[in-house]
Structures are given as structure tokens and as C-alpha cells.
């Protein structure tokens, strides 16, 4: 597997939106993610691993504790992930169950949460999901775990 792009999104320490763009490596198949203690560098690790599946990297931490406590209470909690095997390039994106302020009114709603993956051969633009593979959060498990 070779990682492509990762998108966060009140997640960890990123209250907005994070984009890691592993294309830009080129063919380099080795590279090192370093940083200060507390930049966010499991993290990055923690959303690759939430996005394929569902959970974080060790499994220390649940959906639910990998929301980022700076993030608006509007804004949703997602991982995207775009990855590529042999010729084959995928997207896959999860949010957890997230509580959010209602639409109308005042109080708070909770959203289930969500699983999605997609085959992106035949995208052109960055902003197609392409042709859904899976929806369900055990469906998308049992693709990740396939390819």
C-alpha cells in the first residue's frame, strides 16, 4: 500500500482542517515523519490507521478520543485517506459518533458515525469519491481487510 493523501478534520491536535499530501514525496518509498514531542506526529499514524480501520494505531484510543478538544462543537470530526495498491487507487473516510448543536433550536444532536470507501481510478479531480465500494462501518472493514 502507498499512502497518497490524508485529510483530518477535528482530529488530534488539528481543530481544522489538515491536509498530508504524501504525493509530493515522488518515488521515494522512505520517508520519516519527525517533529517536536506534541506536534502531532502519532496522530498522523492514529488517522491512517482510524481511516483503514476504525480504530487507532495500538487501539489506545477510541473514535470518540481522537476528537480534538479545539475543534467548534459544529465542526465534524473525519479522516479521509487516499492510498493506492499495484495500479488501484482508493479512498476511504470515517468519522465517529459526534455531538453537534441542532440545526434549529437550541440543545445538541448525536451523529452516528460513518464509513465510506471508494475505488478512484477513474477520478480526474480531487473533490471525486468515485465508485463506492462500501458504506457500512464493518462493511468498509471487511474491504480494507480484503485489499
Known amino acids: 500500500m502507498r499512502p497518497l493523501r490524508l485529510v ?18 515522488g518515488d521515494h518509498s522512505f520517508f520519516l515523519i519527525h517533529g517536536d514531542t506534541g506536534a502531532g506526529k502519532s496522530t498522523i499514524l492514529d488517522a491512517i490507521c482510524y481511516a483503514l480501520y476504525g480504530d487507532s494505531s495500538g487501539g489506545e484510543r477510541t473514535g470518540l478520543q481522537l476528537r480534538s478538544h479545539h475543534a467548534p462543537v459544529h465542526r465534524k470530526t473525519s479522516v479521509s485517506f487516499d492510498f493506492a495498491i499495484g495500479a488501484n487507487c482508493y479512498r476511504v473516510s470515517r468519522s465517529p459518533e ?10 445538541t444532536v ?8 471508494w475505488l478512484r481510478n ?23 481487510v480484503t485489499l
Do not use: M
Not at 98 to 107: D, F
Not at 110 to 117: E, V, W, Y
Open 98 to 107: 459526534h455531538e453537534r448543536s441542532k440545526l434549529r433550536g437550541s440543545g
Open 110 to 117: 448525536t451523529d452516528p458515525q460513518s464509513a465510506h470507501l
Open 8 to 25: 483530518v478534520q477535528a482530529f488530534g491536535p488539528y481543530a481544522d482542517v489538515q491536509i498530508f499530501d504524501f504525493r509530493e514525496l
Open 122 to 144: 477513474s477520478c480526474k479531480e480531487e473533490h471525486e469519491d468515485g465508485e463506492i465500494l462500501a458504506e457500512r462501518w464493518e462493511q468498509v472493514n471487511q474491504q480494507v
